[in-house]
């Protein structure tokens, strides 16, 4: 009696198919750092703000444009992000004309310190009231204590 060699089909096909529960952890736990990070950040030019009464702007809007002027003189724009390359008087109007032709609802606000000669905040009120067309403009301050 002869013996037939059983064959056994042992063939393994690699599968093609991404893992993706690692990458989703990973995902997750960045998502927690950033949860926990981004309150913890201020943006923007370190301004100290004179005191007044004043109403709040609505947390529903969309972010403003911020035009600073910090102690020193120097002109900056944020918008909702951190922005820490000074500017030219001419290029932070342009920027705010370019940023409102994206999104003409946006508010334009002037976050002037509060040791800065005040006809630099009006000249800078003017200039982007009347180069770029934006009616009002507001200005920041800090609640009075």
């Not at 709040?56 to 944020?78: H, K, M, Q, R, T």
């Amino acid at each position: 009696m002869s013996q037939v060699p059983i064959r056994r089909n042992n063939k393994r096909r690699p599968v093609a198919e991404i893992n993706v529960v690692p990458y989703i952890d990973v995902m997750l736990v960045l998502l927690v750092i950033f949860m926990i990070t981004a309150p913890l950040i201020t943006a923007g030019v370190d301004v100290e703000l004179p005191q007044a009464n004043a109403e709040p702007v609505s947390a529903n809007d969309e972010p403003p444009l911020i035009a600073s002027i910090d102690a020193s003189g120097n002109y900056y724009l944020s918008v909702g992000e951190s922005r820490d390359q000074a500017l030219e008087p001419h290029e932070l109007v342009e920027l705010i004309a370019a940023h409102r032709k994206l999104n003409p609802n946006a508010k334009v606000m002037i976050n002037g310190d509060r040791n800065v000669a005040y006809d630099k905040v009006v000249r800078l009120m003017v200039m982007i009231q009347s180069e770029t067309g934006i009616e009002s403009v507001g200005l920041m301050t800090d609640p009075e204590e």
